[in-house]
């Protein structure tokens, strides 16, 4: 056996006392494995207070959220370190059979590929926080590029160390996965799939984190929680989840309402059928004492003829344009549809300025009573399907 520079130190210890060689090395191996986690516990509690304060110096906003990466990142720069420390010295700090020494030197260059392929996706995980604190990361979430990255990285890390292991060249293991390329790419089809529908939705901003989507092949409709490499998550509004793969936002056809929030208003696109029965032409005494009960009449231009159909739509329209949650920037009418087997469709059409969805149902169905009301200042009926009698 050989003795390490840890052994020298011991062995002054026990002075003229004689010690089994078997219980010096243990004892040897035991202080050196000790002194590499103080090494490892002492690396991690000086890094972590100056990376703190050197993000501080940024921002102190920013460590709140980065305190659990931070954390991380210490812990695997100080594995990282403690591996690199373990391969240079360990047969200085050790002692066991050749054959042992071997392995143990092949196990500590393991380690080290694995430190460093955590180190790297630390960073990476860290960088990605810093990036989703960005006032664009909504509208360009880059997720699926980032779980990408890591899983090459994965990758790498996983053929150096079998390479190691093996005691083989890593050109040497990746030739062996021209034999199993249909496996491969079988196994990762829907993360291939995924990389390319991520770049594209990235690329294009068709979707972000927030967006409300409706993807009737799923059955989804509400907000877009999580945007993965694999698959996007939706809290519906019911407070149920879909899970929806990646690239089907790209094969398949969805609906983004980001448009729609961003715009002017949201459009109120309501129908009351009318009796075609009560619709009839106004004399022109008629149309005087209209013009006395409603004076809005004043400013609204009148055909030579009209019937009371005709007062009630441009009436109608008037007041769609007088209420204040409407928006007159943009489209806003009242017209007729085709007549139909159930009556004549009289649309309302406008935008209404507050797009919540509650305030917007509210002024909606508000629009809709006034104009059932007004129907009977107008001498019209709607037309409803009798399904049992009136008392």
């Not at 100056?50 to 990142?73: E, M, N, T």
């Not at 009839?280 to 005494?285: F, R, S, Y």
Request: proline residues 4%.
């Amino acid at each position: 056996m050989n003795a390490g520079h840890v052994q020298d130190f011991i062995v002054p210890l026990f002075g003229s006392a004689d010690v089994h060689p078997y219980v010096l090395a243990i004892m040897t191996n035991f202080v050196s494995f000790g002194l590499l986690l103080v090494v490892f516990a002492g690396i991690k509690l000086a890094l972590v207070p100056k990376v703190k304060q050197f993000v501080s110096s940024f921002s102190r906003a920013k460590i709140a959220f980065l305190a659990p990466q931070l954390s991380k990142l210490s812990g695997r720069v100080a594995l990282l370190i403690c591996s690199i420390l373990f391969v240079v010295i360990y047969k200085h700090m050790f002692i066991a059979p050749a054959w042992a020494m071997v392995q143990l030197k092949v196990a500590a260059q393991v380690i080290l590929i694995i430190a460093f392929g955590f180190l790297v996706s630390s960073l990476i995980n860290i960088a990605h926080a810093i990036y989703q604190q960005q006032k664009f990361a909504k509208d360009v979430p880059i997720k699926g590029i980032v779980q990408l990255v890591k899983l090459m990285i994965f990758i790498v890390t996983s053929v150096l160390v079998v390479s190691t292991m093996v005691d083989k060249s890593p050109t040497y293991i990746l030739s062996g996965f021209g034999a199993i390329a249909a496996v491969t790419l079988l196994v990762f089809k829907d993360t291939i799939l995924g990389l390319v529908a991520s770049i594209q939705i990235a690329a294009n901003r068709l979707v972000a984190t927030g967006d409300w989507i409706q993807v009737d092949t799923f059955g989804a409709d509400g907000e877009v929680i999580d945007l993965g490499l694999n698959t996007v998550r939706v809290r519906n509004w019911d407070n149920t989840v879909t899970t929806i793969p990646t690239y089907a936002l790209i094969s398949d056809s969805f609906k983004n309402w980001r448009a729609m929030q961003e715009s002017q208003g949201r459009r109120i696109k309501r129908a009351i059928a009318v009796d075609m029965n009560s619709v009839k032409l106004i004399d022109a005494q008629q149309l005087t004492d209209y013009k006395h009960k409603f004076a809005a009449f004043d400013s609204i231009s009148l055909p030579s003829q009209c019937s009371n159909l005709t007062l009630y739509r441009l009436y109608a329209e008037w007041l769609l344009k007088q209420r204040p949650e409407i928006n007159t920037q943009c489209t806003c009418m009242v017209r007729e549809l085709s007549p139909t087997e159930h009556g004549l469709p009289v649309e309302f059409y406008c935008f209404s300025k507050d797009k919540s969805w509650v305030n917007y149902e509210h002024i909606q169905a508000d629009i809709l009573d006034q104009m059932l009301v007004l129907m009977a200042e107008f001498e019209l009926r709607p037309y409803q399907v009798i399904s049992a009698s009136y008392p």
